[in-house]
């Protein structure tokens, strides 16, 4: 049996990160096994502590306690600071990184290949909080975090020059070069409420879901815009907790395109 490790969230039942690990396991020969633990809403912490103390080595950490796993480390990585929301988690030294961030811009910079100054980010909960700090470094001149409550955009876009906050019904009419929708509406078959138009060609539209057509990609398709889903980000994301775990860093593109193939 090899090393454990596991995605922790509620719910995780349909993840793909099990298959993502094993197949970077195997192309790399680390002994490892990665499972899946639904956390109760109210049970993360001791979930988190009873899989370490079972010799867990380990977790990733998804929706809805990214928040939870920032508060629960005892040390940070920058990037998982100025995000202040945790996706991995190295038990043996109690530290948290994000490597969501790392993951978009990878996915939008080597796989996607396509530039970006004005990214409108839809959502404002811990996957949009993983990745402003990534969008800005990675070449964004501005962005714009739209948010159902509009109170939780602000405040994340307080925190980085080069972002400002905005409800759905006040976006402007600008052309965007990338919307992001880092908001869970695709997986209740929902979209976030956008203007009329705001969707076009010429701009990439890239949904954090992956392996549906979410009601956001199906009306971007029709408006003429490039699309693409999250699977990419989800693949980036996993070989950067994968390096952190292992100091290993494995190939993501055959496993992107065996998954993109299945
Ligand atoms: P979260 O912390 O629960 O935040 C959910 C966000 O979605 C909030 O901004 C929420 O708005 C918004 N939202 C939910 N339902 C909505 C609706 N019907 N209309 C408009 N907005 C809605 O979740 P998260 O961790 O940020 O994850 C968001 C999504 O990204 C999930 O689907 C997750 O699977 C995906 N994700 C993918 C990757 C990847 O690697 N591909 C990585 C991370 C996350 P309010 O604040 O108003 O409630």
């Given at each position: 049996m090899g090393d454990r490790y596991a995605l922790i969230g509620n719910p995780v039942a349909h993840s793909q990160s099990p298959r993502i690990h094993a197949e970077f396991a195997r192309a790399t020969s680390q002994p490892l096994e990665y499972g899946l633990i639904e956390a109760p809403l109210d049970g993360f912490a001791a979930a988190v502590e009873h899989f370490r103390a079972a010799g867990g080595k380990g977790l990733n950490v998804t929706l809805p306690f990214k928040q939870e796993a920032f508060a629960l480390?005892?040390?940070v990585s920058e990037r998982a600071r100025v995000a202040q929301a945790v996706n991995t988690l190295v038990l043996e030294t109690g530290s948290g990184d994000n490597t969501d961030g790392v993951g978009l811009a990878r996915d939008l910079?080597?796989?996607?290949?396509?530039?970006?100054?004005?990214?409108?980010?839809?959502?404002?909960?811990?996957?949009?909080?993983?990745?402003?700090?990534?969008?800005?470094?990675?070449?964004?001149?501005?962005?714009?975090?739209?948010?159902?409550?509009?109170?939780?955009?602000?405040a994340l876009a307080a925190r980085f020059p080069g972002a400002s906050a905005c409800a759905y019904d006040a976006l402007p009419g600008e052309a965007f070069d990338l919307v992001i929708n880092a908001t869970s509406a695709g997986l209740s078959d929902q979209a976030p409420p956008l203007p009329p138009g705001l969707l076009r060609?010429?701009?990439?539209?890239?949904?954090?879901?992956?392996?549906?057509?979410?009601?956001?990609l199906a009306a971007a398709k029709r408006a003429g815009a490039r699309t693409c889903d999250g699977l990419g980000m989800l693949v980036e994301q996993a070989a950067e907790s994968f390096f952190l775990w292992r100091g290993v860093r494995p190939q993501t593109r055959p496993v992107l395109e065996k998954l993109r193939g299945a």
């Open positions: 480390c005892r040390h910079a080597q796989n996607l290949k396509v530039e970006f100054t004005t990214v409108l980010l839809l959502g404002a909960g811990g996957a949009a909080q993983g990745v402003v700090g990534a969008l800005l470094e990675a070449g964004a001149e501005r962005v714009v975090i739209a948010n159902r409550t509009v109170s939780k955009a602000s060609s010429g701009m990439l539209a890239y949904d954090m879901v992956y392996g549906r057509e979410t009601p956001f």
